[in-house]
């Protein structure tokens, strides 16, 4: 089933803050979008994520709305490319200046979700 979850999410805000504390947390770019993420430890599994569409980089609010919605929708549908038993948390950051097409952000998920899980095998 491809539907998201509300455990999918990342909104606890100590763990937001672990991830972008450095501790262990590893990131990786491929544009427009960057991805930070880090081995969860806390012994659940699954992988929590969320989008960030900096207002800095897109000014108007429905442009922001329609980059995290193509974002969510790329990972989504691309989800299945991590490997089943993997526990992250995983922040994504859209760094392009303009609203980009979804077959752009699409391939940029597709770029980035494998390294997340070749991250995973290196750490074990």
């Known amino acids: 089933m491809l539907k998201l979850h509300k455990r999918e999410k990342l909104c606890s805000q100590t763990a937001i803050d672990a991830l972008f504390a450095g501790n262990g947390a590893k990131g990786a770019l491929a544009f427009p979008l960057r991805v930070i993420f880090r081995q ?3 012994g659940a599994l699954g992988v929590r994520f969320f989008i ?3 207002k ?3 000014r108007k609010a429905v442009d922001r709305v329609t980059m995290r919605r193509r974002i969510r929708e790329a990972y989504r549908l ?3 490319l991590l490997p089943d038993g993997a526990d ?3 922040a994504f950051i ?4 303009e609203t980009l097409p979804y077959a752009r952000v699409e391939s940029a998920v597709k770029r980035l979700l494998p390294k997340l ?3 995973d095998e290196s750490a074990e």
């Open 40 to 42: 969860r430890t806390d």
């Open 52 to 54: 960030s569409v900096p």
């Open 56 to 58: 800095k980089k897109l």
């Open 78 to 80: 691309n989800r299945n």
């Open 88 to 90: 992250f948390d995983v």
């Open 94 to 97: 859209y760094v392009a200046a």
């Open 117 to 119: 899980s070749s991250e």
